[in-house]
């Protein structure tokens, strides 16, 4: 399979007034899985689209292998894409499906089944070739989108929200499918949803939109750990975002306050006064004992989901989520309890 880098070059798609993306510039890595994440109308499924040239970028200049495709139509572009509503034609098998393609680029009819059926092995789909969608699970189908979509050997290999039709199970289960099946064939993929536990789960790189522009990219644990401003820190995860008042300053250190708790952070950024930080939900620890340095809250309300305990809790500084993974010894509402967290778990964001 090819690898190809894909290059956004300062892209730009209005529509009428409205912008979709606006001036984006960024890479997607040469055989790696990129996902592009965001909530509806952030622009990701547009760039997606003019990637695989079904839309033309207003301005700017995208580059796949380095040759620049923006005006080049979508069937010269050796690009392939997976839809969310799988589009398989409903009158043709399995096989009839996934070689379809070939046909069309005229490659020799016992050339085209065995590569369809090699390609059906892949996607554990063998023994499915006769087939008709009808007869076919949700998954099943999704999984005979991708394949017409590899048996091209694409440069690039497109998906929009493909598991979004699935149920829940379902959807793990395609998902590590298609990181599997990426991961063996180590073409450059772009990847566009939604759900941030997908994102996270499947991506070496997410690129996370809003409102037309990239908020933040990076690594999924990058991201995770260290968001830089409130959209990403609530969209990557839940956190907590509360104001801290900044108490005394030296060169980069800084001592900051959170209702009763005082925490020493390093910062490369000029801080004044007060910042905004994010403090993960599983990251703070409910106690009941009084330490020198904690916040007093109490119980707001309680949830068991199985694996642990969400609390809601009211403080000093707002109401607050918190994860605890003790299940046998639960919070009672309404019970006067005292937080803690360690100092590197403290996340300064930029707004």
């Known amino acids: ?9 300062n892209i730009t798609k209005k529509f009428n007034e409205t912008v979709a993306v606006d001036s984006v510039s960024c890479n997607f890595e040469a055989g790696t899985l990129t996902t592009l994440l965001g909530p509806s109308g952030c622009g990701k499924t547009t760039s997606l689209r003019i990637i695989a040239g079904l839309e033309r970028a207003t301005s700017g ?10 005006l080049l139509p979508a069937t010269d572009r050796d690009v ?15 096989i009839e499906n996934v070689s379809y393609g ?28 006769n087939r008709m969608p009808s007869e076919l699970s949700g998954g099943q189908q999704q999984r005979v989108a991708v394949a017409r979509a590899i048996v091209l050997e694409p440069k690039v290999l497109l998906f929009d929200e493909p598991l979004s039709n699935l149920d829940a199970k379902l959807r793990r289960q395609v998902r590590e499918d298609i990181r599997e099946i990426q991961q063996k064939l180590g073409v450059t993929t772009i990847y566009v949803t939604h759900d941030q536990e997908e994102a996270l789960a499947i991506s070496d790189k997410v690129i996370v939109m809003n409102k037309a522009v990239i908020a933040q990219e990076g690594s999924p644990k990058d991201l995770y750990n260290f968001p830089t401003n409130k959209f990403v820190a609530n969209f990557i995860g839940d956190a907590n975002v509360v104001k801290a008042e900044i108490v005394n300053k030296q060169s980069n250190s800084y001592e ?9 952070i390093e910062s490369d950024k000029d801080l004044k006064n007060s910042v905004s930080v994010a403090l993960r939900p599983e990251k703070i620890r409910i106690e009941t004992t009084n330490n020198d340095n904690c916040i007093h809250a109490s119980i707001n309300n309680a949830s068991f989901v199985g ?36 100092e590197k778990d403290v996340k300064v964001l930029n707004d």
């Open 256 to 264: 900051l306050k959170l209702a009763e708790m005082n925490i020493k």
């Open 1 to 9: 399979m090819k690898k190809a880098e894909v290059k956004f070059e």
């Open 102 to 129: 070939l046909k069309m680029i005229n490659v020799k009819k016992e050339e085209y089944t065995e590569k369809a059926l090699e390609t059906l092995k892949l996607v554990n789909l063998e023994g499915y070739e």
């Open 61 to 70: 200049k995208i580059l796949v292998d380095n040759e620049d495709v923006t």
């Open 80 to 94: 392939s894409m997976v839809f969310q509503s799988y589009a398989l034609f409903p009158h043709m098998s399995v």
């Open 307 to 342: 694996s642990s305990y969400q609390y809601i809790l009211n403080s000093k500084i707002g109401k607050l989520y918190v994860i605890s993974g003790d299940t046998s010894n639960p919070f009672k509402v309404g019970e006067e309890v005292f937080l803690s967290l360690d």
